[in-house]
């Protein structure tokens, strides 16, 4: 490919825009130049307006915006689908009801599955990449912009029947899981999924549809990619997801980064701290995990590298209260840097011009001067200009601590818990939060990853609230064990299969591994002076309880290199006992050939490896900090930013960061 990831990407999503001169563009093209950006995301890649008839597709001012980047050396990436679509490949005169996806959920009313839209989306995709393919300014093409998906409309049904006798092979064998009595696959109607009497006998068929969604997505996202590859092999392909889905809700948009990143080129993710009733402002560790979560899935699982395709700039809509950015463009920005990201698009250039969110988000005021914002890019923008070999293919050194993550199980997790719907998530959150505190990084891996880690005896992987085992991964615990692997489980861990069926016996096929069975399950459970919420009343087999509540049932099980916590530490109350305990298990078998000695909780440190050995640090306090890491490596410490005070002494790095700023230096 032609132009190839070698640098780091910093840029924004322009709007091309009927209402606004070619003068005003070609400035604001200037502007983001003169900001130190590289990269613009540009939407939408065709003008209708500049048509003879004002509707059909044309090319006029979009290519004069090419143009002018080219002349800029701005690279530039086509954005495809997920905007409005009557801008892209479903203009209204051209759309037909039978079109509509039918769901109280889709963010885009066309249906993907439909023979017509099918045709339509192939041939508006050949027109772009003809188009487009031999332009000097053109870096790539995000094929869809955060991903989603979900219908139950005729043609999807049909889809996802075709989907399940896939899996499923045998009527009987799909009888028998999902509870029903069908005599061939096409009797399957999903609109009678979601009764409570439908749910009471089985969830497998509700969790089979959401594998669905995914797998549809995914497949959208290959077909329309190949379509491009057919014409143009030379340049990215690109998709993205909202978040991390380690953070939240999959079943909104049906999305599984792992799966969107193994069939691109570069992965992306929507990042926005400070919207939709989202409040992250202050919150370092969870957009960490955000982006950890993101790198995870691309960089670490598919070796692709990530780009934050759009970064919140401003506020959500012209009234809306809450969603103000100040200067923390610049702390979310390196953030994203520090984790391994490749590359950064900011949501957007100019505020909205019209609709729900006008006079919202945007790097400038309305005439288009640049603000505050825009100067916090630029800041970072220097440092990655003057340095771009040290921000391409770099790794996160996460001390071989893992984050067992199942897709399956959370979205279960929520259907059990319709009170509680963030359990899985909050439990999760609450085990990377621990570790973050430490200044560890964990990688999150899903079920499928663990037979294919490096096992050490320093190797940790830690499962998290995991009530959903299947009996493959059963088998892959154990061999990650029998490997010296160590692990860290809690809760009601293992009591059923991937099919949603009880284990007779908890842990299923894992007790001689975890040295307990489980024999009950309180909620309350009163110890002393605490009451745990969810309590797992267990008997030792070759395990050996380390902390018994007051009337002598386990707390902890220690069984070799594995613990077991009967309580779900990520989402129970504190305790400084257990607390202890898994501080000192993580001890004795953490490597720590690398380590962060110091940090504060404001404060995000991240080791990578690459072009030298970096620690980038963010600090989100007001105040100045210090921060100290041992390595294990020597040589010249080289600091990429200013004003910062750093040294190495005997293997020692301190970094002195002042409030509100961040730090990057490299052992070469």
Request: glycine share 4%; hydrophobic share 35%; net charge negative.
């Amino acid at each position: 490919m032609s132009k190839e990831l070698n640098k780091p990407i910093l840029g924004t999503v322009y709007m091309v825009e009927e209402n606004l001169t070619i003068e005003r563009q070609f400035k604001d093209l200037e502007n983001i130049k003169s900001k130190g950006l590289n990269t613009i995301v540009m939407w939408p890649p065709i003008s209708p307006w500049d048509s003879k008839d004002g509707v059909s597709i044309a090319f006029d001012t979009v290519d004069k915006i090419m143009d002018k980047c080219d002349q800029l050396d701005l690279d530039v990436i086509v954005e495809l689908e997920g905007q409005n679509p009557s801008f892209q490949f479903a203009p209204d005169y051209a759309y037909k009801a039978e079109h509509t996806t039918v769901s109280d959920r889709a963010r885009h009313w066309v249906n993907y599955y439909h023979p017509e839209v099918k045709e339509a989306m192939k041939k508006y995709i050949q027109q772009i990449a003809h188009h487009y393919k031999d332009h000097p300014a053109l870096l790539g093409y995000d094929v869809f912009n955060e991903v989603n998906f979900h219908s139950t409309d005729t043609y999807t049904e049909k889809a996802f029947r075709t989907w399940v006798e896939k899996k499923y092979k045998s009527i009987t064998d799909l009888n028998k899981i999902w509870k029903r009595f069908y005599t061939e696959f096409d009797q399957i109607l999903i609109q009678n999924f979601s009764f409570n009497y439908s749910k009471w006998s089985s969830l497998r068929h509700l969790l089979d549809f959401e594998e669905f969604r995914a797998d549809s997505i995914q497949n959208f996202v290959k077909q329309w990619g190949d379509t491009i590859r057919e014409i143009d092999d030379e340049h990215l392909i690109i998709a993205d997801n909202s978040w991390s889905m380690t953070t939240f809700d999959t079943t909104i948009l049906g999305n599984d980064d792992w799966k969107i990143s193994s069939v691109v080129d570069s992965f992306g993710l929507s990042v926005y701290p400070q919207s939709w009733d989202v409040r992250l402002r202050e919150d370092p560790c969870s957009i960490a995990q955000i982006y950890r979560g993101g790198i995870s899935a691309g960089n670490d699982y598919s070796n692709k590298p990530i780009i934050i395709s759009e970064l919140q700039t401003h506020n959500q809509t012209a009234l809306s209260k809450g969603s103000s950015v100040f200067d923390e463009i610049k702390l979310w920005t390196w953030q994203a840097f520090t984790h391994g990201a490749t590359g950064l698009i900011y949501w957007k250039w100019n505020p909205f011009t019209s609709g729900f969110q006008v006079s919202g988000r945007g790097m400038t005021s309305s005439d288009g001067t640049p603000n505050q914002r825009a100067d916090q890019a630029k800041e970072c923008a220097d440092i990655l200009n003057e340095y771009p070999a040290y921000f391409v293919n770099r790794k996160v050194y996460n001390n071989e601590v893992y984050i067992l993550y199942n897709p399956e199980c959370d979205r279960f997790s929520d259907m059990v818990l319709p009170d509680d719907p963030n359990a899985y998530r909050n439990a999760i959150a609450k085990w990377y939060k621990h570790l973050w505190l430490k200044g560890l990084q964990p990688r999150f891996i899903k079920p499928e990853e663990i037979n294919n880690l490096n096992v050490t005896k320093d190797s940790i992987i830690i499962a998290p609230f995991l009530s959903m085992v299947s009996q493959q991964t059963s088998l892959d615990i154990k061999d990650f064990i029998k490997k010296e692997g160590n692990m860290i489980v809690d809760g009601r861990f293992a009591i059923i299969d991937e099919n949603g069926f009880a284990y007779e016996e908890a842990p299923g096929n894992l007790m001689d591994v975890f040295g307990y069975k489980e024999d009950d399950y309180l909620s309350p459970h009163i110890h002393d002076e605490i009451t745990f919420d969810r309590f797992s009343k267990v008997h030792l087999t070759n395990g050996t309880s380390t902390l018994n509540t007051s009337d002598g049932d386990p707390i902890m099980v220690k069984n070799k290199n594995t613990l077991y916590l009967t309580i779900p530490f990520g989402i129970d109350k504190e305790y400084a006992p257990i607390t202890d305990a898994i501080d000192n298990f993580i001890d004795n078998h953490l490597n720590k050939s690398i380590l962060v000695t110091q940090k504060s909780a404001e404060t995000d440190v991240v080791i990578t490896h690459g072009k030298g050995l970096m620690i980038s640090v963010v600090n989100y306090h007001a105040s100045e900090t210090e921060i100290r890491v041992k390595v294990n490596k020597k040589g010249q410490l080289k600091n990429l930013t200013k004003d910062i005070i750093c040294h190495l002494t005997d293997n020692m790095v301190t970094i002195v960061i002042p409030g509100r700023d961040i730090a990057c230096v490299v052992i070469e």
